[in-house]
């Protein structure tokens, strides 16, 4: 007899239980939840422990969904079945019931990110009423293209911080200055949810950025977190990249990953002329 329940906030050991036993056999490659893992995830994508859900076989969870939650909608940050009871409507219900709750207290808005050879989870979306958006393209930094410069092949860029051509100058910069001169949430194109204003915000101590300034403003800036994702990629002058590329080039070594690019944050001709290749990617998909 199958059995339902959205959680608590006291039911972190349940729903890492529940993810290990549903999620990480689809996933074998990942790394096992454990509880600090998942309290991150509480810190950095708001999940919300009262949208998720844990489905059961007597006391076994066999089902389980994780649900983040801020202003503008909830996503459906993981939802899977345990192989052995995959096609009984399962995540169906997970999902419906879900919505049931926030067709109630909101928000209406409901999206998920599906990483693309996870068939299942499309065919769930997709059958539940669910449209997909847009894909969000993942893409590698080839571990050359961003140490070299135009000067000739392999020649490696300066690494002082400090560049007065033209008056402008690569500084180091923080979450927290780029909100002090409104940088950080103005205009701030679509992005993938752990990669939005408050996912930055709320990880602005592991962050690491570079700015391109002149006197009067910051003009570009680049963050990332050690040792190769790259969070944030912006420029606020029309230069055809040469700014974004200044700061790609004070990167260290190694093939630097971009993930979860919405093909309206920057455009993928751009990422390919500075050396970014895609590697995948996953759909969005969206309900109210």
């Not at 990483?115 to 499309?122: H, I, N, P, V």
């Not at 410069?149 to 923080?174: A, K, L, M, N």
């Not at 080039?249 to 993928?268: C, Q």
Request: a neutral charge.
């Amino acid at each position: 007899m199958s059995s339902y329940r959205f959680c608590r906030t006291d039911d972190v050991t349940l729903l890492v239980d529940a993810l290990n036993r549903c999620w990480s056999p689809h996933f074998p490659d990942e790394p096992a939840v454990t509880p600090a893992s998942f309290k991150r995830s509480i810190r950095d994508l708001q999940v919300w422990c009262s949208s998720c859900m844990v489905a059961f076989s007597g006391s076994d969870p066999i089902g389980v969904l994780i649900g983040a939650k801020r202003p503008s909608g909830t996503l459906i940050h993981k939802i899977a079945v345990h192989p052995d009871h995959v096609r009984q409507g399962h995540g169906r219900h997970l999902l419906t019931s879900l919505g049931s709750k926030l067709a109630i207290l909101g928000p209406p808005r409901m999206v998920a990110e599906v990483q693309e050879t996870f068939d299942a989870a499309s065919r769930l979306f997709n059958a539940s009423g669910y449209a997909q958006e847009t894909f969000l393209t993942d893409y590698v930094l080839h571990p050359t293209a961003h140490t070299t410069r135009r000067g000739g092949p392999g020649q490696r860029e300066d690494r002082d911080t400090r560049d007065d051509r033209d008056g402008r100058f690569v500084i180091p910069v923080t979450i927290d200055d780029l909100a002090a001169n409104g940088l950080l949430e103005e205009a701030h194109p679509q992005v993938c949810w752990e990669r939005s204003v408050e996912t930055l915000s709320a990880r602005k101590d592991d962050i690491v950025g570079l700015a391109v300034a002149s006197d009067e403003r910051i003009e570009a800036y680049l963050l990332y977190v050690k040792p190769t994702e790259i969070l944030s990629l912006r420029s606020f002058v029309d230069d055809g990249g040469a700014r974004l590329r200044q700061l790609l080039s004070r990167l260290g070594p190694g093939a630097f990953r971009f993930p979860k690019v919405h093909p309206a944050e920057i455009s993928k001709e751009l990422l390919e002329t500075f050396g970014f290749r895609p590697a995948g990617g996953h759909l969005l998909y969206a309900a109210r």
